[in-house]
């Protein structure tokens, strides 16, 4: 069974960057590879919110709000999944979530996986 490490949040100015990583353990490459990867934010009160996925072949699919701040990959011979934040607002102060499993639609829906980090707090100050 596959376990995620979020690592990389913080406390960051409006207008800075970070680079969140989820590292994954306890899979072999070749189930790694085979995972749909996504990372989501949650903020106390309020529904986990989705903000990208990437599949199999790299192709990603990211939430219309967050496109051209926001940017997933993923290194497989690592095991690492990235987010890389950009231009980073107040607003985007939450819990950030990495989550993985092999649904039928590679998109970021909650619902959709079952394997999930602990979380890594983003905390962006104006």
């Known amino acids: 069974q596959v376990q995620l490490q979020e690592s990389g949040g913080g406390s960051v100015q409006a207008g800075g960057s970070l680079r969140l990583s989820c590292a994954a353990s306890?899979?072999?490459?070749?189930?790694?590879?085979?995972?749909?990867l996504a990372w989501f934010r949650q903020v106390p009160g309020k529904e986990r919110e989705g903000i990208a996925a990437?599949?199999?072949?790299?192709?990603?699919r990211s939430t219309d709000s967050l496109k051209g701040r926001f940017t997933i990959s993923r290194d497989n011979a690592k095991y690492i999944l990235y987010l890389e934040m950009n231009n980073l607002k107040p607003e985007d102060t939450a819990m950030y979530y990495c989550?993985?499993?092999?649904?039928?639609?590679?998109?970021?829906?909650?619902?959709?996986?079952?394997?999930w980090g602990q979380g890594t707090q983003v905390t962006v100050s104006s």
């Open positions: 989550a993985a499993d092999r649904p039928f639609h590679c998109n970021p829906q909650p619902k959709s996986f079952d394997y």
């Open positions: 306890g899979i072999d490459l070749r189930d790694y590879r085979s995972l749909c």
């Open positions: 990437i599949d199999t072949d790299g192709s990603a």
